[in-house]
C-alpha cells in the first residue's frame, strides 16, 4: 500500500457515516446517489495516469495499482455495512425539518421502503441499500482487473442485425474477447488481432444461444444494410411450419415471437463467462446454415454438420470398418431426442390467420412452449 493510499484509509471514519443534504428542495434526490466517496480523488489519479501513457506495460501496472485501491473500498464497504447493520456506526444526516418531510414521503414513494418504519429506519434501508450496491460494482471492478483488464483491449467491432444484449450492462465473456452494449447497439473488443478466432468463436456461440444470424459491421454502409435486411427476415420458428403443405400457400404465419434464454451471470458481476467448448466449427457451420434463409442451402450446411460429426466424433467413437450415412443421421438423431438441450422458448399467443375472415383468429390459449421440445414432437 502506498503512502497516498495509506492515509485515505487511516482517514476513514468508522464510527458514523455523514449524508450531508446541500439543497433541501432536492433533499430526496440524494438518497439516489449514497456512497463513500472517500476513495474517489485516488482512484480518478490513476484513470488520468491511464490515459496518459499508451504503453501498455505501464498501463497494466496502473491498473494492478488501482486494483490495490478498490480492495481497501471493498474491505472499508463490508466494515461501514455490518456496522450500520448492528447499530455500531451511526448514520448523521444533516438536513432541517422541511427536508426531513421530504425525504420521508421521498424514500417510500420514490424507493419503495415500508412507510411503517420510522424515519431513522428508512433512512438505514436505504442506504444499506445503495452501498451494498457499491459494493457489488466493487468486487465486479476487483474480479475484472484481477482477471481481465478491459481497460487495456484496443480493438473494437461493431455488431450488425440491431444485435442487443438484455441487460444495458451486461457482458459476454469468451477467453479474452467479450461483447458489450454501446451507444447506439453492441460491440465486440479484444486485445489484438491474435484473438480474431476467439472474436469469431464467440459470435458463433452468441448466434448459437440467441438462433439468430449476426454479423460484424463494415465500412460499406449499403453492404451492412443489405446484410440486415435479409437477415432481419430469419426466423427460427419457420421451422415449426416448414414442413406444411399450406407454407407456401398462407400469407401470414401463425402469432408468435422468440424470447431468447437469459444467460447465467458470474457470481455477483454483470458478466456471462462462456466456458471453452470442444468442436468449435460445429458452431461455425450452425451459425452458417442460420444464415441461409432459404431451406435447401440451409439444408445443406446442416449436412456438413452431419459429415464433421461422422469424421470427428462418429467414426473415433466406433471404428466402423464401414461407414453407412444413413447409420450416423440415426444415431445423432436418437441422441437428439434423448439430450436435453437449452431451453429456447417462444410466445405462441394462439391465434392463426383465417384467409377467409382476413384476421387472426384465437384458437389456441396464450402460453410459452419449449421450442426444442415441439421440433422433437414433430419428427417423431
Not at 11 to 19: A, D, P, S, V, W
Not at 38 to 55: A, E, G, M, P, V
Not at 244 to 250: E, I
Not at 296 to 310: A, H, M, Q, S
Request: proline share 3%; hydrophobic share 35%.
Amino acid at each position: 500500500m502506498n503512502k497516498e493510499l495509506q492515509l485515505v484509509v487511516e482517514k476513514l471514519n468508522l464510527n458514523e457515516f455523514k449524508i450531508e443534504v446541500q439543497k433541501e428542495i432536492y433533499s430526496v434526490v440524494y438518497f439516489g446517489f449514497i456512497r463513500v466517496t472517500d476513495f474517489d480523488q485516488l482512484l480518478r489519479k490513476y484513470h488520468n495516469l491511464f490515459n496518459s501513457t499508451r504503453r501498455i506495460t505501464k498501463q497494466k501496472q496502473i491498473l494492478e495499482e488501482e486494483k490495490v485501491v478498490y480492495d481497501e473500498l471493498a474491505k472499508y464497504l463490508r466494515k461501514l455495512i455490518d456496522g450500520i447493520n448492528n447499530d455500531s456506526i451511526k448514520i448523521a444526516l444533516s438536513c432541517g425539518k422541511e427536508a426531513e418531510i421530504q425525504i420521508n414521503e421521498g424514500l417510500i414513494e420514490l424507493f419503495k421502503i415500508n412507510e411503517k418504519l420510522t424515519f431513522e429506519e428508512k433512512v438505514k434501508e436505504q442506504t444499506l441499500r445503495k452501498l451494498k450496491e457499491q459494493l457489488k460494482n466493487v468486487k465486479q471492478a476487483i474480479f475484472e482487473l484481477s482477471n481481465y483488464q478491459f481497460a487495456t483491449y484496443k480493438k473494437e467491432e461493431f455488431l450488425g442485425n440491431n444485435f442487443y444484449l438484455r441487460f444495458p450492462k451486461e457482458l459476454i465473456i469468451y477467453k479474452e474477447v467479450y461483447i458489450s452494449k454501446n451507444r447506439h447497439g453492441s460491440s465486440i473488443f479484444y486485445k489484438d488481432e491474435s484473438h480474431s478466432n476467439d472474436k469469431i468463436t464467440l459470435l458463433n456461440v452468441i448466434a448459437f444461444l440467441q438462433a439468430s444470424p449476426n454479423f460484424l459491421l463494415t465500412h460499406n454502409r449499403a453492404y451492412n444494410e443489405k446484410l440486415t435486411n435479409i437477415y432481419n427476415e430469419f426466423d427460427i420458428l419457420d421451422l415449426l411450419t416448414l414442413t406444411s403443405k399450406k407454407f407456401f400457400s398462407t400469407s401470414k404465419s401463425k402469432f408468435r415471437s422468440l424470447s431468447t434464454p437469459i444467460l447465467k451471470l458470474h457470481k455477483e458481476t454483470d458478466f456471462t463467462l462462456l466456458p471453452e467448448a470442444n468442436h468449435l466449427e460445429l458452431f461455425h457451420l450452425y451459425h452458417s446454415s442460420l444464415k441461409q434463409i432459404e431451406p435447401l442451402p440451409r439444408c445443406v450446411f446442416l449436412f456438413r454438420i452431419v459429415e464433421y460429426g461422422k469424421n470427428y466424433h462418429y467414426q473415433p467413437k466406433f471404428k466402423p470398418t464401414n461407414i453407412e450415412l444413413k447409420d450416423v443421421v440415426e444415431y445423432y438423431y436418437k441422441q437428439a431426442l434423448e439430450h436435453k438441450f437449452i431451453p429456447l422458448f417462444f410466445l405462441d399467443y394462439g391465434s392463426d390467420w383465417d384467409p377467409k375472415a382476413d384476421a387472426m383468429i384465437k384458437k389456441r390459449k396464450t402460453q410459452y412452449l419449449n421450442l426444442m421440445i415441439e421440433l422433437k414432437k414433430k419428427s417423431k
